[in-house]
């Protein structure tokens, strides 16, 4: 079934991207202002050959996307010490003992900021990275990961499932399921992990329904203060560039966690309003950085969590989600977001169909209901890279026709339409991923292994999509550096070109 809402059918598609941002990935904060080589930090030095410091390295890679006409970028940070950024200490202790942010980590962000406006490119979306890249490899201690008995939740018993031993990354308002169960508990180097760990490993605790209240807290978490102490410096790092008051540096996006999947783990709601950690700060987020963005004149309404579209296992497949008769299946992550925010139901539908991948139907007698509401957000940061999968490998088919890469952009950036006519009209709609024109060496994008031509049509599929015409920024993928995955191919200068010649495929048109 194709599923088109019957009261839009009759727009007619109009014009083409707004705006072209990218994402930068992580920023090594820590010497991102020192003699330090980029060859310390990964492929960074792939990304800018001959550069002698880190910085000079940021600096040339933006002066190549600004002359490609990008407007703004995305850009990771750790809190812990994860990818060489370490704003807080003393992580992995009680909440009182964790002191920051640092001056030094402060005023390497302020010249980040300072060189993105030297360049020419004005708007920055800060993303947080709660987890540290702690992932299930981090032996006890390291960037403040502790293995211990599960905690006590905000409404017992504990989650069904729940094991005996529970990893808890200091960034994190819940804890994780480690690699086992046995010490180490976590996946020693060099050990196949995906053979040795148990199931689940890595993922929140939750039993898809009353997770949010059944999870165990984090006694080791950081804490809401210290969380929003970074976030203001920060804030306050970009209002102040290039001088105090001046707001150089619009924020144009603050990405408090991204791609949130409250649909089959409604415990990350915690990230919108805490249930687990209240004594550690103001738990409500929505509220706390909506504060501090309106503290720096920003539009408060930008504070987002971004949700990954879901693509069906057949071409063309599509279908209604509980969230209503016109909302699509295809964005139920962004749809619980919404939900979330504003007080309404996560986690998994009751007698979902769960239909060629996607959770189809259902009703709302088993969800659960967020308890503070807000005002809906005015920017729907949707993470999309269309196209059908490989069942085999779980990669975009690398050909055409069988990815169907426009097809299925015409039919997602179709359902946004009906979603954002639903939540917010006038919101802007942010592609905040999606396909570059990258190439891993292999003749397939680095990210995805999509089509070389998956970027190309993208855009054709959203020029034919109903949403075509709506205030949209795209917003692909770039290898700069990604510390998880990618081959050398990926972080090569040439696979900086998101709009080269300013020929597209990312090509704005205002």
């Given at each position: 079934m194709?599923?088109?809402?019957?009261?839009?059918t009759?727009?007619?598609?109009i014009?083409a991207p707004?705006?072209?941002e990218?994402?930068?990935?992580?920023?090594?904060?820590?010497?991102?202002?020192?003699?330090?080589?980029?060859s310390?930090y990964?492929?960074?030095q792939?990304?800018?050959?001959?550069s002698?410091?880190?910085?000079?390295c940021?600096?040339?890679?933006?002066?190549?996307?600004?002359?490609?006409n990008?407007t703004?970028v995305?850009?990771?940070?750790?809190?812990?010490?994860?990818?060489?950024?370490t704003?807080?200490?003393?992580?992995g202790?009680n909440?009182?003992?964790?002191?920051?942010?640092?001056?030094?980590?402060?005023?390497?962000v302020?010249?980040?900021?300072?060189?993105?406006?030297?360049?020419?490119?004005?708007?920055?979306?800060?993303?947080?990275?709660?987890?540290?890249?702690v992932g299930i490899?981090?032996?006890?201690?390291?960037?403040?990961?502790?293995?211990a008995?599960?905690?006590?939740?905000?409404?017992?018993p504990?989650c069904?499932g729940?094991?005996?031993?529970?990893?808890?990354?200091?960034?994190?308002?819940?804890?994780?399921?480690?690699?086992?169960?046995?010490s180490?508990?976590?996946c020693?180097?060099?050990?196949n992990?995906?053979?040795?760990?148990?199931?689940?490993?890595?993922?929140?605790i939750?039993?898809?329904?009353?997770?949010y209240?059944?999870?165990?807290?984090?006694?080791y978490?950081?804490?809401?203060?210290?969380l929003?102490?970074?976030?203001?410096?920060?804030?306050a790092a970009?209002y102040?560039?290039?001088?105090?008051?001046?707001?150089?540096i619009?924020v144009?996006?603050f990405?408090?966690?991204?791609e949130?999947?409250?649909v089959?783990f409604?415990v990350?709601?915690?990230?919108?309003?805490?249930?687990?950690?209240?004594?550690t700060g103001?738990?409500d987020?929505?509220a706390?950085?909506?504060n501090?963005?309106s503290?720096?004149?920003?539009?408060t309404?930008?504070?987002a969590?971004?949700?990954?579209a879901?693509?069906?296992?057949?071409?063309?497949?599509?279908?209604?989600?509980v969230?209503?008769?016109?909302?699509s299946?295809r964005v139920?992550?962004?749809?619980?977001?919404?939900?979330a925010?504003e007080?309404?139901?996560?986690g998994?539908p009751h007698?979902?169909s769960?239909?060629?991948?996607?959770f189809?139907?259902g009703d709302?007698?088993?969800?659960?209901?967020?308890?503070?509401?807000?005002s809906a957000?005015?920017?729907?940061?949707?993470?999309?890279?269309?196209?059908?999968?490989?069942?085999?490998?779980?990669?975009?088919?690398?050909?055409?026709?069988d990815?169907?890469?426009?097809?299925?952009?015409?039919?997602?950036?179709?359902?946004?339409?009906?979603?954002?006519n639903?939540?917010n009209?006038?919101?802007?709609f942010?592609?905040?991923?999606t396909?570059s024109?990258?190439?891993?060496g292999?003749?397939e994008?680095c990210e995805?292994?999509?089509?070389?031509?998956?970027?190309?049509?993208?855009?054709?599929?959203?020029n034919?999509s109903?949403?075509a015409g709506?205030?949209?920024?795209f917003r692909?993928?770039?290898?700069?550096p990604d510390?998880?995955?990618?081959?050398?191919a990926?972080?090569d200068?040439?696979?900086q070109?998101?709009?080269?010649?300013n020929?597209?495929?990312?090509?704005p048109?205002?």
């Amino acid at each position: 079934m194709l599923f088109l809402p019957t009261s839009l059918t009759a727009q007619t598609p109009i014009a083409a991207p707004s705006a072209l941002e990218v994402n930068l990935a992580f920023v090594p904060f820590d010497g991102y202002n020192t003699s330090t080589s980029p060859s310390a930090y990964g492929n960074l030095q792939n990304a800018c050959p001959g550069s002698t410091s880190v910085r000079a390295c940021y600096q040339s890679i933006f002066a190549n996307f600004h002359a490609q006409n990008v407007t703004g970028v995305r850009f990771f940070f750790g809190i812990c010490g994860g990818f060489h950024s370490t704003p807080l200490s003393n992580c992995g202790q009680n909440y009182t003992k964790v002191t920051g942010p640092n001056s030094t980590w402060t005023a390497n962000v302020a010249s980040f900021f300072s060189d993105l406006y030297s360049a020419g490119i004005r708007n920055v979306e800060p993303n947080i990275s709660h987890s540290d890249l702690v992932g299930i490899t981090a032996p006890q201690g390291t960037q403040g990961v502790q293995y211990a008995a599960p905690a006590a939740p905000p409404v017992p018993p504990v989650c069904s499932g729940t094991p005996s031993v529970v990893e808890y990354a200091p960034g994190l308002p819940y804890g994780t399921v480690p690699c086992t169960n046995t010490s180490p508990y976590y996946c020693p180097s060099g050990q196949n992990c995906a053979k040795y760990c148990q199931a689940n490993a890595g993922f929140p605790i939750d039993d898809h329904y009353h997770g949010y209240n059944c999870s165990p807290a984090n006694p080791y978490f950081v804490g809401w203060t210290n969380l929003n102490n970074v976030v203001n410096a920060v804030l306050a790092a970009a209002y102040n560039t290039p001088t105090s008051g001046a707001k150089g540096i619009i924020v144009d996006e603050f990405d408090v966690e991204q791609e949130l999947n409250m649909v089959q783990f409604p415990v990350l709601a915690r990230f919108v309003v805490d249930n687990a950690q209240t004594q550690t700060g103001n738990p409500d987020a929505v509220a706390s950085i909506r504060n501090y963005m309106s503290l720096y004149h920003y539009d408060t309404g930008r504070v987002a969590w971004s949700a990954t579209a879901t693509e069906p296992n057949t071409a063309n497949y599509d279908c209604i989600s509980v969230y209503g008769s016109n909302q699509s299946a295809r964005v139920i992550n962004l749809d619980s977001i919404f939900s979330a925010i504003e007080g309404g139901f996560i986690g998994q539908p009751h007698n979902d169909s769960g239909s060629q991948g996607l959770f189809c139907g259902g009703d709302d007698s088993t969800m659960f209901q967020m308890p503070v509401p807000h005002s809906a957000p005015d920017i729907a940061d949707l993470h999309a890279y269309p196209c059908i999968k490989n069942p085999s490998t779980g990669y975009c088919y690398s050909d055409d026709p069988d990815a169907n890469v426009e097809g299925e952009a015409k039919i997602v950036y179709g359902d946004v339409l009906a979603f954002l006519n639903t939540v917010n009209p006038s919101a802007v709609f942010m592609v905040g991923e999606t396909h570059s024109n990258s190439n891993n060496g292999q003749n397939e994008t680095c990210e995805g292994h999509a089509p070389l031509d998956a970027a190309s049509l993208n855009v054709a599929g959203y020029n034919a999509s109903l949403v075509a015409g709506h205030s949209v920024i795209f917003r692909p993928w770039i290898n700069i550096p990604d510390p998880s995955d990618g081959s050398t191919a990926c972080f090569d200068p040439a696979n900086q070109n998101v709009n080269q010649n300013n020929q597209g495929p990312y090509l704005p048109k205002q």
